[in-house]
């Protein structure tokens, strides 16, 4: 094994290989994917990538957790906000979700295809099951509409939010360029808590 000078594993070297392992298990899925892909993806050698991850396993753990945590990171802390109305959280939501799937695109086909083969490992570590069912979010939604289900109203709020970036590849057609895309998605920010609301009202 080459010998590894410690200057080389920087935050700058770290990020790269994290950010080519997305790139890679995306493409490939887990199984398929291999370290040696990763670490051509980063532009590094393999040796580098051993010695600083140890395991495909756990390059996997720790890329998968924290794309995760992004991803939902913005969710949470505005579903347990006892100071902000019911409106103003499905706007806050629809926003920082567009903000931050702007950003990172591939974060939505990444961690929800993930997700799907292990649920429980995922749902457990986040506790999904309390923050969808006690967060103060729920609760105003019930308030708000005693006689429906608000699970519903929430999966329209991410549906509405988080399909146009999974379904991308085949709207882009329809919708135009790059530039197209964002100001629909800007619009989106507008509209998605209007869409919503009046569900509430209706």
């Known amino acids: 094994m080459a010998k590894i000078e410690k200057g080389e594993l920087d935050l700058t070297t770290e990020q790269k290989i994290k950010e080519a ?6 493409k490939k899925g887990y199984g398929n994917a291999r370290t040696r892909d990763i670490a051509e ?20 753990a ?57 649920p429980e490992q995922f749902s457990h570590k986040l506790q999904v099951k309390a923050i969808l069912t006690q967060s103060v979010f729920i609760k105003q939604l019930r308030e708000r509409k005693p006689d429906i289900n608000p699970l519903h109203f929430l999966m329209n709020l991410l549906g ?24 629909l998605m800007e619009e989106r920010k507008r509209l998605i808590p209007k869409w919503i609301v009046g569900m509430l009202d209706d």
Do not use: C, W
Not at 41 to 60: C, P, T, V, W
Not at 94 to 107: C, D, G, Q, R, V
């Open 41 to 60: 993806e980063a532009g590094i050698n393999l040796a580098l990538l051993n010695y600083y991850f140890r395991s495909k396993e756990k390059l996997f």
């Open 160 to 183: 509405m939010t988080v399909f146009p970036f999974i379904g991308k590849p085949v709207l882009q057609a329809a919708i135009g360029n790059e530039s197209d895309f964002s100001n």
């Open 62 to 118: 720790i890329v998968m957790m924290e794309r995760i945590q992004k991803m939902f990171g913005v969710l949470f802390p505005v579903l347990n906000d006892g100071s902000t109305t019911l409106d103003e959280k499905l706007a806050t939501i629809a926003e920082n979700y567009i903000n931050m799937l702007t950003e990172h695109p591939e974060l939505p086909i990444f961690v929800l295809s993930e997700i799907r083969n292990n």
């Open 21 to 26: 392992a997305v790139i890679v298990f995306t």
